[in-house]
């Protein structure tokens, strides 16, 4: 049985960081690409971000560009997700999605790209 956890959301202020980690278990970690999705209050589930099953690649939406990085530890089998300059925009619940292929495909944005998924973790990053 599969079971993917998020861990690290909290209350930030703006400008201020978190680390996001989510653990797999139940499947091969290190066969994944794994994803970072959010969902902000009246929105739908978005994009935030996919790493390669080696981490060799990495994709980010535009919005978190220069200011959230994704990263893996395979021997670990966890993924982080690093916020650097939050914003109030950036309040959601982060959810972490494993793919079920080892790699971020062109559409890795959708939700429909990732297989299991976590029950998510909340952000809120007041102003």
């Known amino acids: 049985q599969v079971q993917v956890v998020e861990s690290g959301g909290g209350l930030v202020q703006a400008g201020g960081s978190l680390r996001l980690s989510c653990t797999a278990s139940g499947l091969l970690f290190d066969d994944n690409a794994i994803g970072w999705f959010r969902q902000a209050p009246g929105k739908e589930r978005e994009g935030v971000s996919c790493?390669?099953?080696?981490?060799?690649?990495?994709y980010y939406t535009d919005s978190v560009k220069g200011r959230f990085t994704i990263s893996r530890d395979n021997a670990k089998k966890t993924l982080y997700l690093q916020m650097n300059s939050l914003k109030p925009e950036d309040t959601a619940k982060y959810y972490c999605a494993v793919r079920g292929s080892p790699y971020c495909s062109v559409s890795w944005y959708k939700n429909s790209e990732f297989r299991y998924w976590g029950q998510g973790t909340q952000v809120i990053v007041s102003s």
């Open positions: 790493i390669r099953w080696n981490g060799d690649s990495t």
